[in-house]
């Protein structure tokens, strides 16, 4: 009686897991990155597209690029909001590179430097502040 259950519990558990990975493989590109970027895995979601070349892969790294960029911002710790800022900043100028005409990527960009202009001897790192002029933005 033991080993029956045993067995039952045994293939249960086998069965659930066989499940779980045919419904892993039976989600889209674009379901499996918006799961990871659900759960704040950016740099796995960039690995998962990196793997593909189709159109839709670019479509989706721009939206990774520029859903990371936005969790920064609102997600950051104060002590770390330079930091934050100036990597948010990255994930933008990502985004631009991938589609130059993003609105949302550079408004959320003329937000940030709103924000530098109201401190006195304050602004981006240079590495961003030279990639944002190749932009035209204006410092």
Known sequence: MMK???LA???????????QS????QMTLDQ????LVTEAKFDEAMELLDETSSEEALKLR????????IYLIYNADPSQMRENANNALREF???????P??????AEIEQILGIYRTFPDRQPAEDVLDQLRDFGFQI
């Open 22 to 25: 045919d419904d892993k493989t």
């Open 62 to 69: 721009e939206d990774v690029h520029l859903r990371h960029g």
């Open 4 to 6: 029956k259950v045993l």
């Open 93 to 99: 100028i990502a985004v631009l590179e991938l589609n």
């Open 9 to 19: 519990i045994t293939l249960l558990g086998f069965m659930t897991a066989c499940s």
């Open 32 to 35: 499996q990155v918006d799961q």
């Open 101 to 106: 005409d993003n609105e949302k990527a550079r």
